[in-house]
């Protein structure tokens, strides 16, 4: 069987390629570069071009004989969907529509959806079961709740499908051969790693007053190795007949923002440098998982801490200080 991963060119996409090519399973690439870099996924097929645009869909499932798909697609910053709602849900929810369609006309029926633990938005109980609230506070987060409402719909027609909700990936991978440019992401490791590395800028704190032991926020963080399992094991649940749902993929538990900072101080033997600054709105205090649907349905439980998130991270970064343009050889 071939799987389709759309989107897989980027961050976690690319690490999902290498586990399925690594479970020996092959694969396509449907990408368009936007946030994602050719180099991620080299000597794997990669269809440059739109989610949105039905007849290449449709071309590519029938030249590689897809039976399944992965999908990562859509625009992913929280504050820029505040700018641009109307461009948000063009992208991540029209364009996800089109795609979806175009892979069940041709006959392309299992599907596992890159979700994400934003539908929650601020949860009032810990941790945070897939029976909680949905109640996402930003366009972004209801893009993805409104796809899972889709999805379920469209389970009637034949398509099933797991939503995967992910919490706060981080790392790269264990080969060191690819991981998070931090030119194009703004989460809080790689931001971090900038500026540890470059020394051109100091990392922001945004608020150390929230009700935690240290006074920042918690979040649970899950190696991208770990993640990209999970996939594995959600095609494998799919392709058991198994229904469509929606799981949730974290460690079961949180580290604060100074928790991680003094990790990677650990690590790198080095001074991260830090600006403390207001909060900024939306963000819930603490955020971290129950993960135990992930076990009693897929096997999955996640293998590496916060050590190895840092560890992995640090060393990719110091490999590849701009990214993918000019890796720096081990040779």
């Given at each position: 069987m071939t799987v389709l991963v759309s989107g897989g060119a980027g961050y976690?996409?690319?690490h999902v390629v290498k586990a399925l090519l690594a479970g020996g399973r092959s694969v396509v690439v449907v990408d368009n570069l936007y946030n994602g870099f050719r180099q991620s996924?080299?000597?794997v097929p990669i269809i440059v071009g739109d989610i949105a645009d039905e007849e290449l869909i449709r071309?590519?499932?029938?030249?590689f004989s897809v039976t399944d798909a992965i999908h990562f697609a859509a625009l992913k910053s929280v504050g820029e969907s505040m700018e641009q709602p109307h461009r948000y849900y063009e992208k991540n929810v029209g364009g996800t529509v089109r795609f979806t369609r175009a892979l069940m006309n041709s006959g392309v029926t299992r599907l596992v959806f890159s979700s994400s633990a934003s539908v929650y938005g601020t949860p009032s109980k810990m941790p945070v079961t897939e029976?909680?609230?949905?109640?996402p506070e930003s366009v972004y987060a209801a893009t993805k709740a409104v796809m899972e409402e889709y999805f379920r719909f469209c389970e009637p027609l034949g398509l099933s499908t797991v939503s995967l909700r992910y919490f706060n990936a981080a790392g790269a991978s264990s080969d060191c051969t690819i991981g998070e440019d931090w030119s194009t992401t703004?989460?809080?490791?790689p931001r971090m790693m900038r500026a540890l590395l470059t020394g051109g800028e100091r990392l922001s704190l945004f608020g150390t007053d929230y009700p935690t032991p240290d006074g920042t926020c918690i979040r649970d963080y899950i190696h991208?190795?770990?993640l990209a399992d999970a996939h594995l094991r959600a095609l494998d649940y799919l392709s058991k007949g198994n229904g469509s749902t929606a799981i949730n993929v974290g460690t079961g538990s949180g580290s604060s923002v100074?928790?991680?900072?003094?990790?990677?101080?650990e690590v790198s033997g080095l001074?991260?440098?830090v600006i403390e600054t207001d909060r900024r709105p939306g963000d819930p205090p603490a955020v971290y998982a129950d993960a135990s649907l992930a076990k009693e349905l897929l096997g999955w439980k996640a293998r590496q801490g916060l050590r190895g998130i840092v560890e992995s991270s640090y060393r990719w970064h110091r490999r590849n200080p701009y990214g993918y343009v000019f890796p720096i050889s081990t040779n």
């Open positions: 976690i996409g690319s996924v080299d000597g071309r590519t499932c029938l030249e029976l909680s609230p949905r109640n703004h989460n809080l490791i991208v190795e770990d100074r928790e991680v900072i003094a990790m990677v101080e001074k991260v440098p």
